[in-house]
C-alpha cells in the first residue's frame, strides 16, 4: 500500500495514507523526502519547502497560505497554514466545461409512479405537525395506527417532529411553512395527515392554501382543538389514506427519474481523494443517464466557488451562483461571524486544515458536469442535470433541505461516521476502512478501498448496482436504526 498521495502536480502538499513518522524516508518523483516531524493519516507532508506567505497548494489550487517558513518534510496543518478567506468578492463569468464521455446504460429502477407524474423510491405514510406542539399527538395517532394495519402493504409510517410552526416571524414562518409544504408533495411521500393544533401561526387553512390542488384521497388535514378525540379522529383519517396506498405497487422506472442530494459529514484528510471523488463520478453519470443531483452546504463552497461558477450552463446560472454565494456571506456579516468558519474540531483532527481545504474536497461531490440551476431554500427541483441548493453546511438542516427539494436519497460522505438519517435514505459512504469496519451499522458504502486495492471504476461500478438496489427498496442503515429526524433553518426572532 503507498504512504502518501499527491493529488495534483502542482501541489506542494502530499496526504499521507497511512501515519509516517518522524525521520522515515518517502521517496516522491525520484527524491528522497525525509520526514521532520509524525504525520498522521490523512494529513498533510510538505515535499518542498514552503516560504512564509506563500500559498500551500492541495488539488492544485490553495487550500491557504502559511504563516511561518515550511520545510520539506514538516507536517502542514493549523499550527502553520492559514486561511486566505476574506468578505465578499466579485466575480467573473468565465466558462469552462469539460467535456464528460459518459454512456448511456439505459438503467432503471423498481419505484412507485405517481399521479402527478413523479417517481417515488418508498411508498411511506407521514404525519407532518403544522406546529411543535402536536409533536406528542402525532406520535401516539402513529403508535396506534400501527396496531391496526399490516405494516407489509406499505413501506413505513413516521411522525416528522419539529419544533416550530408558532412564535415565528418573517423568513423564518415562511421556512417552516415551505419546508412542510415540500414534504407533503414529496414523491417518496405515498400519503400524509397534516396536524394542526388550532391556534399557531402556521395555521392549517393558511397552510393548505400554499400546498394548492392535492389528491384528496392521500392527503388529510386535522385540527386537533376542533375534534373531541383527536387520536380517534387521527387514526381514522390515517386509514382512510392507507386504503389508497396499500395497493401502490413498485414499476421499472428509467433511472433518469433519480434525484439525489449531495452531501457531506465529518471529513478527514482522504474525503478529497475517495468518498467525495466516488460520488462526483456518480453524479456525473447519474446526469448523463439523464438523472439529477443537488449539491448544498454552501458555506463548504467558500474557496471553491470559481470552480462552480465555471461550470454555469450560461451567465443567468453564473449569476444565480454569485448571489447565492455573496448572499449566505452576508448571513455571516449580518451575525459578526467570519466568512471563513473554521472547520470543526472533527474536521481538524481529520486533517482537513481550513474552509478551503474543506470546501476543495466536498465540492468533489459535484464531480465535473455543468451547473444547470440554483435553487432557493425551499425550492423544489424544476431542471434536470447538476442543480446548487442554498442551505447551511449543518448535517440534519442541508439534509432535510436537500430532502425537501424532491431528491430520493442523500448521498452522505464521512470520515468520522454519523448514525443520523432525515426523511429520506441518507446513505452514508465511508472514506476510510477504518470507520467502516468499526461502524458497519451506521456505515452503508465503503470508499476507502479506492486507497487499497479497487479502482474508480471498479468501485462506481458496485456503487451504481447499490444505488439501485437501494431504489428499488433495499433499505439503509438509517432506515434499518428507524434514525429519521427533519431539521428546519432559522435565522431570526422567536417570539
Not at 36 to 59: C, F, M, N, R
Not at 359 to 368: D, E, M, N, Y
Request: charged share 25%; proline share 3%; net charge negative.
Amino acid at each position: 500500500m503507498k504512504k502518501f498521495i499527491k493529488i495534483h502536480n502542482k501541489d506542494n502538499v502530499a496526504v499521507a495514507l497511512t501515519d509516517l513518522k518522524a525521520g522515515e524516508k518517502i521517496k516522491i518523483h525520484e527524491r528522497t523526502i525525509q520526514v521532520k516531524t509524525d504525520v498522521p493519516k490523512g494529513h498533510k507532508l510538505a515535499i518542498q519547502k514552503i516560504s512564509k506567505g506563500e500559498d500551500v497548494i492541495k488539488y492544485g489550487l490553495p487550500i491557504g497560505y502559511a504563516f511561518v517558513h515550511i520545510d520539506e518534510g514538516d507536517f502542514v496543518h493549523v499550527h502553520n497554514t492559514k486561511t486566505k478567506l476574506s468578505r465578499k468578492m466579485e466575480y467573473i463569468y468565465n466558462q469552462k466545461l469539460a467535456d464528460l464521455d459518459i454512456i448511456n446504460d439505459n438503467l432503471s429502477f423498481m419505484g412507485y409512479k405517481r399521479k402527478n407524474g413523479s417517481v417515488g423510491i418508498r411508498n411511506e405514510l407521514w404525519i407532518i405537525p403544522t406546529v411543535g406542539c402536536v409533536n406528542g399527538i402525532g406520535q401516539k395517532i402513529a403508535d396506534t395506527f400501527k396496531t391496526t394495519l399490516d405494516s407489509r402493504l406499505i413501506d413505513h409510517i413516521e411522525v416528522y417532529k419539529h419544533n416550530y410552526g408558532c412564535s415565528q416571524l418573517g423568513e423564518d414562518h415562511e421556512n417552516t411553512k415551505r419546508i412542510l409544504g415540500d414534504l407533503v408533495k414529496h414523491p417518496n411521500c405515498g400519503g400524509a395527515l397534516v396536524l394542526g393544533l388550532g391556534c399557531e401561526n402556521n395555521q392549517v387553512a393558511a397552510f393548505k392554501e400554499h400546498l394548492g390542488s392535492t389528491d384528496e384521497k392521500r392527503v388529510k388535514f386535522l385540527v386537533a382543538q376542533e375534534v373531541e378525540d383527536e387520536v380517534e379522529e387521527g387514526v381514522r383519517l390515517l386509514g382512510e389514506i392507507f386504503k389508497t396506498m396499500k395497493d401502490d405497487v413498485r414499476e421499472e422506472v428509467p433511472f433518469s427519474e433519480l434525484k439525489v442530494g449531495l452531501k457531506c459529514g465529518g471529513s478527514d484528510g482522504l474525503s478529497g481523494i475517495t468518498a467525495n471523488p466516488l460520488v462526483g463520478n456518480f453524479s456525473d453519470y447519474l446526469i448523463a443517464q439523464g438523472g439529477t443531483s443537488v449539491l448544498t452546504e454552501v458555506p463548504e463552497m467558500f474557496g471553491a466557488e470559481t470552480i462552480l461558477m465555471e461550470r454555469a450552463m450560461n451567465e443567468e446560472v453564473f449569476g444565480k451562483i454569485v448571489h447565492l454565494i455573496n448572499e449566505f456571506k452576508e448571513y455571516f456579516l449580518a451575525n459578526n461571524q467570519p466568512v471563513y468558519e473554521n472547520p470543526s474540531p472533527g474536521n481538524k483532527n481529520g486533517g482537513i486544515t481550513t474552509l478551503e481545504d474543506k470546501s476543495l474536497g466536498c465540492t468533489q461531490k459535484a464531480g465535473h458536469s455543468k451547473v444547470t440551476d440554483v435553487l432557493k431554500y425551499g425550492e423544489i427541483i424544476s431542471e434536470k442535470g447538476l442543480n446548487l441548493l442554498s442551505a447551511p453546511g449543518n448535517d440534519l438542516v442541508a439534509s432535510t433541505a436537500l430532502a425537501a427539494s424532491g431528491c430520493h436519497l442523500v448521498l452522505f460522505t464521512t470520515g468520522r461516521g454519523t448514525p443520523f438519517g432525515t426523511l429520506v435514505p441518507t446513505i452514508k459512504i465511508s472514506s476510510n476502512s477504518e470507520i467502516y469496519n468499526r461502524k458497519k451499522n451506521w456505515i452503508d458504502f465503503n470508499a476507502g478501498v479506492l486507497v487499497e486495492d479497487k479502482s474508480m471504476e471498479e468501485v462506481l461500478e458496485d456503487f451504481i448496482r447499490y444505488i439501485i438496489d437501494v431504489a428499488s427498496g433495499k433499505l439503509v442503515n438509517n432506515e434499518k436504526n428507524q434514525f429519521r429526524e427533519i431539521a428546519i433553518f432559522k435565522t431570526g426572532v422567536t417570539l
